[in-house]
């Protein structure tokens, strides 16, 4: 049964409220930061693969609005990030990069050695390496067709949302014991006790910023002009044979229109973490989030099952060591890099959101650290973002 794009997304809005209500019933969905698109696509695709069992009914859904969402998302990343916030985190924001970055290559390289080991494709090793892990769901969805452009690999979508998913519950488990470990163990305390309940997400030079029409149109527009650079972004790319996704240069185009358009129009009030633009960000990532779980089929893998728990578990590991032996020691020891390390940990099994939830509940019990609330976001959602996307090109390349 093939569903055009109206119908799936009245299905993707289904299935976002099903999460919506799971969560809100199951205490352990909302303990572990469980995301509620994940927890509903994930019944959903579970009902579907049921019905196909049953009554050998294969349904397909549309993604030419998945596509966009993804877009839309990442583009509203590009435009709430801010040069100057990236120039503040400094010398922590520019360590943990670095070591970051070794990372990524060293996700990519165990799961293309358990593929070798397993006798799978090597290519399939990726879906367990920094695209699921680093970049989430939306990273997955983004890679696979560029990757099954060039490699012939089966059920590549399938093993990557099972990585992504698995990957985003274990860093939320393990993000707030790892930094609570390190704290009592080191006996670390706040060295700034800032609290940051004062930070206020959505305000303005002491003006709430509220969502009405005008603000809507100042978003929409840009957004449509950060997409448009994006696009002949990509193209240049393409153009000196080098490849990134479509999201990765539309959130680059954010970044641009973010920055520039501020010192042309100082006197233009701009959306970036405006009540407005989070709000289409939210929505963009929640049903972007519902069609890509909601459309896997899970039962195709049974092949790769064993490839999949091995991944999982010495990528689990290998992120534990990293960021208890590496993380935390080159970041200071402190208290501090105790939280990073939560975050790390979320960010780099999970997503950025996984990995301020960490970080929360972190300081909410042992006191603030507003250097880690500042460094993690910028860092999670733009810096890694864009250099997985390097190295994942490179990688490829490499396999070629």
Known sequence: MEL???????????????GKYLNKKINILRKYNIPEPVTGGVIASLFFGLLYLLFNLNINFATHYRDILLIVFFTAIGLSTKVMSIIKGGKVLLILTVFAIANIFLQNYIGILIAKLLHVDLVTGMMSGSVPLQGGHGNVVSWVPVIKEQFDAPNLMEIGMIMATFGLIVGGIFGGPIAKYLIKKHDLKPENEIDESKIHIGKKHGKKLSIDYDSMLTVLIMLSLSIGIGIYIQEFLDYINFTLPMFATCMLGGVIIANLVPLIFPKLEFPAKSPTLSIISDLSLGLFLAMAMMSLKFWEIGSESMFIVLSILIQTISILLVSVFIIFR????????????????????????????????????????????????????FIIQVSNAFVINLILQLLG
């Open 330 to 381: 080159v970041l200071g020891k402190n208290y501090d890099s105790a939280v990073i390390s939560a975050g790390y940990i979320g960010s780099s099994m999970g997503a950025t959101p996984t990995a301020m939830a960490n970080m929360a509940a972190v300081t909410k019990e042992h006191g603030p650290s507003a250097i880690a609330f500042a460094v993690i976001p910028i860092f999670g959602a």
């Open 4 to 18: 055009d794009p109206r119908q799936t997304m009245i299905i993707a809005i289904l299935v976002l409220f099903l």
